[in-house]
């Protein structure tokens, strides 16, 4: 059985910026298309019971492959999104590559 390949995001948006952020979604999730992201499942915080908190939002991409990821973060595409991502967010986004157990 192959395990499979996700991109997981934490993330806080910045509330104050919702054009940013809204330009920003709609943008990336055709990047993470064109890559062969797919299977999007997204969360936002409704209340924290443990911990120091701070992710705001969670979203899970299914990939193809752990490359697809890489060539994707690596990609023009996705790069041509760092200052938008920046006005977005308030802090610095969370991606990491996962596979199921």
């Known amino acids: 059985m192959t395990n499979k390949t996700f991109l997981i995001v934490n993330a806080v948006p910045n509330v104050d910026d919702m054009v940013s952020f809204q330009s920003y979604i709609s943008q990336i999730l055709d990047v993470f298309t064109k890559f062969g992201g797919n ?7 409704k209340e924290q019971v443990m911990g120091q908190g701070g992710i705001k939002a969670i979203a899970v991409f299914e990939f193809p492959t752990e ?29 990491m590559i996962c596979e199921t157990l």
């Open 39 to 45: 299977g999007i499942q997204r969360w936002k915080k």
């Open 67 to 95: 490359q697809s990821i890489k060539e994707m973060i690596a990609s023009e595409d996705f790069n041509a999104l760092n200052e938008l991502r920046k006005k977005a967010y308030i802090q610095e986004v969370d991606l």
